[in-house]
């Protein structure tokens, strides 16, 4: 599907899609464990928004990002990482934002 782009501070921002489909993921029961095999995205959302993923993969390439922020100074986000977006401006994105 395709997504408009717009440029913002005269940069252009990308993503690209990846992964199973939020409604299709395996996830957390009702105690917050997952499947053995799977361990929970985050610790922090609550358990509606909680998935697993299969932790023989690396947490940080097939977790989804749950919030990002543009900020001028510290981050608001819960575990951020971040980056200078511009001189003032710095771009967060976190996997813990209980959506």
């Known amino acids: 599907m395709p997504f ?3 440029f913002f501070d005269n940069m252009m921002i990308c993503g690209q899609r990846g992964g199973t489909g939020f409604i299709n993921a395996t996830r957390v029961d009702a105690d917050g464990n997952c499947p053995s095999g799977f361990a929970p995205c985050s610790t922090l959302t609550s358990l509606e928004n909680t998935i ?3 932790n023989t993969l690396q947490r940080d390439k097939v977790c989804p990002i749950t919030g990002f922020e543009f900020s001028i100074g510290e981050s608001t986000l819960p575990n ?11 771009f ?3 996997r813990d934002v209980d959506a």
């Open 80 to 90: 951020p990482v971040s980056m200078k977006f511009s001189e003032t401006v710095t």
């Open 52 to 54: 697993c993923y299969d």
């Open 4 to 6: 408009e782009m717009h």
């Open 92 to 94: 967060s994105y976190s």
